[in-house]
Nanobody
Framework: VQLQASGGGLVQPGGSLRLSCAAS????????VGWFHQAPGKEREFVAA????????YYGDSVKGRFTVSKGNAQNTVYLQMTSLKLEDTAVYYC???????????????????WGQGTQVTVSS
């Protein structure tokens, strides 16, 4: 299984970006797909996750109301729509997946089996 995160870039505060996570080798069916970010010198932090079935979503406190995680039409794509971006959102964003996660582990990076390579998001004026 390979994951490819894309869509990062440079954006001004208050702007928007949409990240994509695409899987090859299998689909996201029956999986949990998570988004994490990591800023320089900091630990990887939970951003959002979606359980493919039934489509329940979960968010970190710092992004609630601003970010939306969603399924793509194809069963191998997940999106992270980021709005009202702040300077502190600057980080490398990673997508990850796992097919056996329990709900209590959904925010724990160490519980995900597969990871993408990350995409840089820079929020700057």
């Amino acid at each position: 299984v390979q994951l490819q995160a894309s869509g990062g870039g440079l954006v001004q505060p208050g702007g928007s970006l949409r990240l994509s996570c695409a899987a090859s080798g299998r689909t996201f069916r029956q999986s949990t797909v998570g988004w994490f970010h990591q800023a320089p010198g900091k630990e990887r932090e939970f951003v959002a996750a979606i359980r493919w079935a039934p489509g329940h979503t979960y968010y970190g406190d710092s992004v609630k109301g601003r970010f939306t995680v969603s399924k793509g039409n194809a069963q191998n794509t997940v999106y992270l729509q980021m709005t009202s971006l702040k300077l502190e959102d600057t980080a490398v964003y990673y997508c990850a997946m796992d097919s056996r996660l329990i709900l209590s582990s959904i925010r724990q990076a160490g519980e995900y089996d597969y990871w993408g390579q990350g995409t840089q998001v820079t929020v700057s004026s």
